[in-house]
């Protein structure tokens, strides 16, 4: 079955970039979304942004247009999150997830990586 | 944006049924998913399509969705039913995806 692998915790300085992975393996990656959701502590889900590999557009929430890239490596079957410009209010923990049904962005993620703690911090 | 809205908590006696509400413009018209987050771990889908259950899903988990409510059903509550629980549905306007604002579910 699929897995999705994410990259390890990540501390950074306010103002500079991170850039987080998530590795499927088991299965097949270009036909099925990803997205991107974060979870600062002690709050809700937030969703980012997210991209079908096979088409290769990604599409972004409002609140990050400008700071946040998401990208894949069909090569590797790995998707990237990279934001940029952090701040304190960036620290959280950041998912991958995929998308139930190929080529459909409908949600309903029915797996998702293990989660990256990012931390914003001088 | 399109806004879903949760009560923060639920509180429900072991062996009795738990009802978690999601509230949305018309989200009878859109299809609700139920994620279930126990602390420290990555969300799971408990409901998809407003009602449908994934595999490895036990029956006492149930949904239903209609005008301005979609409505999470747990029923023969276990202790291991605690937990954090979110709706999400994508935006078509927007081509964005949703999540509600989360209700922490406590067995008493």
């Known amino acids: 079955q699929v897995q999705l692998v994410q990259s390890g915790a990540e501390v950074k300085k306010p103002g500079s970039s991170v850039k987080v992975s998530c590795k499927a393996s088991g299965g097949t990656f270009s036909s099925y979304a990803i997205s991107w959701v974060r979870q600062a502590p002690g709050q809700g889900l937030e969703w980012m942004g997210g991209?079908?590999?096979?088409?290769?557009?990604?599409n972004y929430a409002q609140k990050f247009q400008g700071r946040v890239t998401i990208t894949t490596d069909e090569s590797t079957s790995t998707a990237y999150m990279e934001l940029s410009s952090l701040r304190s209010e960036d620290t959280a923990v950041y998912y991958c997830?995929?998308?139930?049904?190929?080529?459909?962005?409908?949600?309903?993620?029915?797996?998702w990586g293990q989660g990256t703690m990012v931390t914003v911090s001088s | 944006s399109y806004v879903l809205t949760q009560p923060p908590s639920v509180s429900v006696a072991p062996g009795q049924t738990a009802r978690i509400t999601c509230g949305g413009n018309n989200i009878g018209s859109k299809s609700v998913h139920w994620y279930q987050q126990k602390p420290g771990q990555a969300p799971v889908l408990v409901v998809y399509d407003d009602s449908d259950r994934p595999s490895g899903i036990p029956e006492r988990f149930s949904g239903s969705n209609s005008g301005n409510t979609a409505t999470l059903t747990i029923s023969r509550v276990e202790a291991g039913d605690e937990a954090d629980y979110y709706c999400q549905v994508w935006d078509s306007s927007s081509d964005h995806q949703v999540f509600g604002t989360g209700t922490k579910v406590t067995v008493l």
């Open positions: 991209i079908i590999p096979i088409f290769g557009t990604a």
């Open positions: 997830a995929r998308d139930k049904r190929e080529l459909l962005k409908l949600g309903a993620f029915d797996i």
